[in-house]
């Protein structure tokens, strides 16, 4: 093992990650952590349950229930009736829900375009190839 990967890794996410919290504080969107990767779970999935955050999260269905329940109350999400399955609902950005989720997602793009500074193009690539396959062996385990 490489001794410096898991220092290397840690800086990076840690840096990521308090530099979107910070922007998003600055842009005064009141929201926490598990709250933007449950905005950018229900954008990416069509039709998204609570099933589907739990798989996509790796939370258990209470922390989920508790979680849609909060964004519920922010007005960030509604549910809906699933069309395909009378046991679930869908759950859907609402209009504030979306516009969070769009500040975010700039906010996000202004970070990485910082970040890829003076890579090329070849190096981003090898980067996403090496990263999806460190999350695809982590999701094996």
């Given amino acids: ?3 410096n ?3 290397t890794f840690l800086a990076l996410t840690f840096k990521f990650k308090s530099l979107v919290l910070k922007a998003i ?4 969107i009141d929201i ?3 709250e933007i990767k449950s905005l950018h779970c229900i954008n990416s999935v069509s039709q998204c349950t609570a099933a589907n955050m739990v798989e ?3 939370r258990d269905k209470g922390q989920i229930a508790r979680l849609t329940k909060e964004m519920m109350a922010k007005g960030f999400i509604h549910k809906v009736p699933n069309p395909h399955d009378s046991r679930s609902q869908v759950i859907e950005l609402t209009t504030l829900g979306q516009e969070i989720l769009n500040q975010m997602l700039a906010i996000e793009k202004g970070i990485i375009e910082t970040m890829q500074n003076s890579l090329s193009s070849e190096q981003i690539s090898q980067f ?3 990263a999806m396959i460190m999350t695809k062996n982590l999701k094996n385990n």
């Fill in 32 to 34: 926490v952590s598990m």
């Fill in 5 to 7: 990967m898991p220092d």
């Fill in 25 to 28: 504080r600055e842009a005064g």
């Fill in 56 to 58: 996509l999260m790796d």
């Fill in 1 to 3: 093992m490489n001794k």
């Fill in 128 to 130: 996403n190839v090496v």
